[in-house]
């Protein structure tokens, strides 16, 4: 998990995140993690895709409102990045399909 920057004392300005914050991220998505990040999309997963990784193709899991999904969306579009898919995850707990508490995936193209 990331540690958070703390903000300035008496500052209301949230702390400015870098690529070199996430160097614990696979570079091939580093600057798509970073982007999201900065601009405030909370970001607890991802990975840059392809044999001998977790995904099959580039992936940033994150959790929000019912909005996250379109505000990490806008975001993507405004800074010129490629996402192919935006997917809302459900966890099936006795065979009913549950708002997953975890938030949604946003697959890069």
Do not use: W
């Not at 160097?23 to 970073?34: H, L």
């Not at 601009?39 to 996250?68: K, L, M, Q, W, Y």
Request: charged share 30%.
């Amino acid at each position: 998990m990331i540690e958070r920057r703390e903000r300035a004392p008496g500052s209301s300005v949230p702390p400015v995140y870098t690529e070199a914050d996430f160097d614990f991220v696979d570079a091939g998505i580093r600057r798509e993690v970073t982007i999201l990040s900065q601009n405030g999309v909370e970001t607890f997963e991802s990975c840059e895709g392809g044999p001998g990784h977790t995904f099959p193709e580039p992936t940033i899991r994150f959790c929000g409102d019912r909005a996250a999904g379109f505000k990490a969306l806008a975001i993507a579009l405004t800074y010129g990045l490629r996402p192919m898919a935006l997917r809302r995850c459900y966890a099936v707990i006795d065979g009913e399909a549950r708002r997953s508490r975890l938030g949604d995936d946003f697959q890069e193209a």
